[in-house]
């Protein structure tokens, strides 16, 4: 049964600032063009980016991913892992990362 149940993964991202914030979404803005498409066919089905503001961080965000699978997940960490470097670099930021399987979905619209 768990092999028809999709993963997803919420990666909490901390910014030390402003400015790295600004800079990280502006790389991503440019990237993601480039690797959406390569994402999407190693099986993400799905990303979400929420800027959270009910916390005392002012520069906090949340992105949900949706894979098909675990091998989706696993396929896509390989091209996350490639450009980590340069969409990463020069930025202060805390990541934290959690995994799940959706045992429940209920779709209101």
Request: aromatic residues 12%; charged residues 30%.
């Amino acid at each position: 049964m768990t092999k028809d149940l999709k993963l997803v993964n919420m990666t909490t991202q901390d910014f030390a600032s402003a400015k790295d914030a600004e800079l990280f979404e502006n790389r991503w803005e440019k990237m993601g063009k480039e690797y959406y498409p390569l994402l999407r066919k190693g099986g993400l089905l799905k990303h979400s980016v929420l800027k959270v503001w009910n916390k005392l961080s002012e520069h906090r965000f949340i992105h949900i991913f949706e894979y098909e699978s675990k091998e989706s997940f696993e396929n896509c960490q390989k091209i996350f892992k490639s450009i980590d470097n340069e969409l990463f670099q020069g930025l202060l930021v805390k990541m934290v990362s959690d995994r799940g399987l959706v045992i429940s979905e209920t779709d209101l619209t």
